[in-house]
């Protein structure tokens, strides 16, 4: 079992920057060895959305076109830390974030992940 509690979110203004992190307990992320940790988002009435997602070892990463360049994924294996750097932050990066673990078919499907966070929420003001 896996356990992902995330934190960091909050209220900026458009433009501003904020970092959530996802601390997970249980079994480490070096037991992940094919392993994925991913970001996803949701907002009220709408499926859960695919924002980054990173290989455990950091050597692989990949990001949703609609934060490509702004957004940057990273984990601490040392710390069992993962983390989401949002930059340039728009109102419609609105929305509750989630930290995921699994070993999925598809690294941006929702569906596919085993474990996930309780979500934090985070709210750019125009």
């Known amino acids: 079992q896996v356990q992902l509690v995330e934190s960091g979110g909050g209220l900026v203004q458009a433009g501003g920057s904020l970092r959530l992190s996802c601390a997970a307990s249980?079994?480490?992320?070096?037991?992940?060895?094919?392993?994925?940790l991913g970001w996803f988002r949701q907002t009220p009435g709408k499926e859960r959305e695919f924002v980054a997602a990173?290989?455990?070892?950091?050597?692989?990463?990949y990001y949703a076109d609609a934060v490509k360049g702004r957004f940057i994924i990273s984990t601490d294996n040392a710390k069992n830390l993962l983390y989401l750097q949002m930059n340039s932050l728009k109102p419609e990066d609105t929305a509750v974030y989630y930290c995921?673990?699994?070993?999925?078919?598809?690294?941006?499907?929702?569906?596919?992940?085993?474990?996930w966070g309780q979500g934090s929420q985070v709210t750019v003001s125009s």
């Open positions: 995921a673990a699994g070993l999925p078919t598809r690294i941006a499907r929702h569906y596919d992940y085993d474990y």
């Open positions: 249980g079994r480490t992320f070096s037991s992940y060895v094919m392993g994925w």
């Open positions: 990173i290989r455990w070892s950091g050597s692989n990463t």
